[in-house]
């Protein structure tokens, strides 16, 4: 197998909707990161939470992706794809007795933070199975960020044994995007902060199934003002096909980064030009949480 030598980065959209602000800066800033150390940068679908699908949401990031200029290394992946993947990590995990049957709804564990273990040694009597969680035991992670304060986990405190196959026999994100990062040999993670408390639970898996771990950088995400994260739900905007320099210029604002001296005046080409020689982690604002610019937050039914 060719091993990556180089820095291999990605972005991995979830086809819930158009591309937003929230989502153009993720995209931004794994993209920058990644040509500025003359990496490659690959696009990976992450469609496999099926029902939260929305049809023609994966032609239109691909379609605004392109038109934005933003060119990506290799075929676009598929985690619809990419199940016989995931399938073989669970079987490696299931044969190292990682794994078990849970019968709890959601309704059940409703008020617990961390898994409390209820099915750990065995389904309750008269209860039938329905997802399966992969057993964490006294494992402590502690994870360094580029950008964040480090994260410590102790996974049975934070989170307790968690799903990697839900009810609904869907492979839960956590195994899918840990799997298709190993398989893809992505070396540098970059994306929003709120996957951040995440991220240990997905270095627990890769050490269980023998992957190495990325670096990671989790770059503040766009807020609207109430504070809520810019998406579908909070009626976050599809950026502006007709005006895409002003989307990238703010884009590049918004993790604090130079721009040119008449940024409106560059072509796509040369603000990106100028954009991944000037990309500079530095001057990313810190802290979680940044306000968007309002135009792409609010909503068609405000007033
Ligand atoms: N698909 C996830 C999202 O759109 C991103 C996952 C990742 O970058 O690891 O929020």
Redesign the pocket.
Known sequence: MHIATGYRGRF???PTGPLHFGSLVAATGSFLDARHQHGEWLLRI?DVDTPREVPGATADILTTLERLGMTWDGPVSYQSKRTHLYEAALEQLQQQGHVYDCSCTRKELAGSTAYPGTCREGLPEGRSPRSLRVRVGDAAIDMPDRLQPAVHQQLAVDIGDFIIRRTDKLFAYQLA?VVDDGEQQINN?V??VD?LESTPRQIYLQQLLGLPAPAYLHLPIAVDAGNAKLSKQTFAQRIDMDDLNSAIIDALRFLGQPLPDTPQDASREELWQWAIEHWDIRSIPTGRELPAPARYTASPATP
């Open positions: 991995a959209p979830s992450e995007v993670v994306r929003g996957l």
